[in-house]
């Protein structure tokens, strides 16, 4: 196993305040070798079960993908270079979404729109990565001697902290599915609490600044759990906790090309 990564996420203070529930939710697992693959979703903050839908999507998208890709050893090295592409690779996620969704809303009594939720997926091999997006999360990635590049962007509505959701009539116009083929050394996937320390609103670049240092890290990190322990302490450090009211959800990844994990 070559890709080194961990995933945590947190409650915000607003609603750690108000007795919300934490409404991200997000895993990261390797179902195969060099193969990476992560969910993330963020719970909508006018959903009363925002938390329920984000778990329910996350699971649906790696009870899916996670043997989709483990049956593929062929296309271990660009998890999407297959025929098809990302297209073939995300086919049906939506729906398994949906449906997995809709099955904890008629358990719990309430209509889907109860529990929206939006949903980044991404899959990656060391030389390439696909994205599948609904709603405001995002991914950035790093070549070997690359700079710091968004994989797609951030779905905004037409107003300020509005997003479009897996739930929504919506959903399948504003899916975007995004793929790089070309060699990948770091990841980070987030949810859109980070997204104001982490990115510039006028045209979506990342700041160095922010992740230089979490590349650093995970380049020279050889075991998940310390990874994993790095990532909560980051997220509820007093420093970011100053500058981030909402949720939080942060995936490192980095490629380590001899093997060393």
């Known amino acids: 196993m070559s890709w080194v990564a961990a995933l945590d996420f947190a409650q915000?203070?607003?609603?750690?305040?108000?007795?919300?529930?934490?409404?991200?939710?997000?895993?990261?697992?390797?179902?195969?070798?060099?193969?990476?693959?992560?969910?993330?979703?963020?719970?909508?903050g006018s959903a009363a079960l925002g938390h329920?839908?984000?778990?329910?999507?996350?699971?649906?998208?790696?009870?899916?993908?996670?043997?989709?890709?483990?049956?593929?050893?062929g296309l271990r090295g660009d998890p999407a270079g297959g025929p098809g592409g990302a297209d073939a690779l995300f086919d049906g996620l939506l729906e398994?979404?949906?449906?997995?969704?809709?099955?904890?809303?008629?358990?719990?009594?309430?209509p889907i729109d109860a529990l929206a939720t939006t949903?980044?997926?991404?899959?990656?091999?060391?030389?390439?990565?696909?994205?599948?997006?609904?709603?405001?999360?995002?991914?950035?990635?790093?070549?070997?001697?690359?700079?710091?590049?968004l994989v797609g962007h951030p779905q905004r509505g037409e107003y300020a902290n509005e997003t479009v959701f897996v739930t929504g009539a919506d959903a399948e116009e504003t899916l975007a599915i995004t793929h790089i083929a070309e060699p990948i050394r770091f990841l980070c996937a987030a949810t859109d609490g980070l997204t104001h320390v982490s990115i510039?609103?006028?045209?979506?670049?990342?700041?160095?600044?922010?992740?230089?240092p979490l590349d650093s890290f995970i380049a020279s990190t050889e075991d998940a759990a310390d990874a994993h322990r790095a990532i909560r302490g980051f997220l509820r450090s007093e420093g970011l906790r100053a500058r981030v009211e909402d949720d939080v959800t942060?995936?490192?990844?980095?490629?380590?090309?001899?093997?060393?994990a």
């Open 12 to 44: 915000g203070r607003h609603h750690r305040a108000a007795g919300v529930p934490c409404q991200d939710f997000g895993r990261v697992v390797h179902p195969a070798e060099d193969v990476l693959l992560g969910a993330i979703a963020d719970g909508a």
């Open 52 to 73: 329920l839908g984000a778990q329910a999507a996350v699971g649906a998208a790696i009870a899916l993908l996670g043997p989709r890709l483990g049956a593929n050893p």
């Open 96 to 110: 398994a979404a949906r449906a997995a969704i809709s099955e904890t809303a008629r358990h719990q009594g309430r």
């Open 119 to 149: 949903l980044t997926v991404f899959a990656a091999g060391p030389l390439g990565v696909a994205v599948f997006q609904i709603g405001d999360g995002w991914i950035v990635s790093r070549g070997p001697e690359g700079d710091y590049a």
């Open 200 to 212: 510039a609103a006028a045209d979506d670049r990342p700041h160095a600044a922010f992740f230089q």
């Open 250 to 260: 942060l995936m490192l990844g980095g490629w380590h090309p001899l093997g060393r």
